[in-house]
């Protein structure tokens, strides 16, 4: 059960105004709204041209594994709320009428959530991620809860913003921070699974792929194992896996 409304918009505030910038205050929102809106987990992805490109706060390790997920599938609620510009709200994600994100679905039902919901963030007239709420037993979000959970998805664009500003000052001409989000997809990636682009590298040269193979192979190995890409990614930068060149048109992989 959700605290009241007024309870979480001081709580909210106060978490935000007493918190640390950029990454350290985006986790402390998602931990924030775990006590409050009366979910199990929370995570704030980012999103840029239909695609996953990070997760910037998170209130555990198992929920940015969660938001990981997503971007290991290329499908879930974050990307729909960031493509609609609505929230997105699963009560029961075991409900047979739920056909949504089929691989996605999977994952997260065997890691033991039965609700989820997502809020777009907005930067200016810009959809730049999601709020991403976690439950472990179905249900709906109740009025108050659900009013919080929107609360918390604007106040998510400050940390965001601090670290499109690289965690320095921010710009007085927040245009220009957008425009520059926009413009360069590769700062932002950057902010958040790097071992990705080194592990997408490291495949185009042994495999002999272009960069959209490269990252295919892996996302297919991380599903094939039940891991998720930044764990395969992680394995391949630390020489602990290599996936092997494939002859027959499947993902392919080894250990070396």
């Given at each position: ?97 739920e056909r949504r994100w089929p691989l996605l679905k ?133 020489r602990r896996l290599m996936l092997e060149r494939d ?10």
């Amino acid at each position: 059960m959700s605290a009241s409304l007024d309870v979480i918009k001081a709580e909210l505030t106060a978490a935000m105004t007493n918190s640390e910038r950029g990454i350290a205050a985006a986790d402390q929102l998602c931990s924030t709204c775990v006590g409050l809106i009366g979910v199990d987990g929370a995570a704030l992805s980012m999103v840029h041209e239909g695609s996953s490109t990070g997760t910037f706060g998170s209130s555990s390790e198992a929920s940015r594994r969660l938001d990981e997920y997503q971007f290991t599938f290329g499908e879930g609620p974050c990307l729909d709320a960031v493509a609609t510009r609505e929230t997105v709200l699963v009560p029961n994600l075991a409900s047979p009428q739920e056909r949504r994100w089929p691989l996605l679905k999977g994952a997260l039902l065997d890691d033991g959530v039965r609700g989820v919901f997502a809020m777009p963030v907005m930067i200016m007239s810009v959809c730049v991620g999601a709020l991403d709420l976690f439950r472990s037993t179905p249900g709906p979000l109740d009025r108050d809860a659900l009013a919080g959970a929107k609360l918390a998805a604007e106040l998510a664009a400050a940390p965001l913003l601090d670290l499109i500003a690289g965690a320095g000052e921010l710009s007085a001409d927040e245009d220009s921070m957008v425009r520059r989000m926009g413009s360069e997809p590769d700062h932002l990636a950057e902010l958040d699974r790097v071992e990705i682009y080194q592990a997408t590298g490291i495949l185009i040269s042994a495999l002999d792929v272009d960069a959209t193979e490269a990252l295919v192979r892996l996302r297919a190995h991380a599903i094939a194992t039940g891991q998720t890409a930044i764990e395969v990614a992680r394995a391949v930068v630390e020489r602990r896996l290599m996936l092997e060149r494939d002859t027959s048109g499947g993902a392919g992989g080894g250990t070396r």
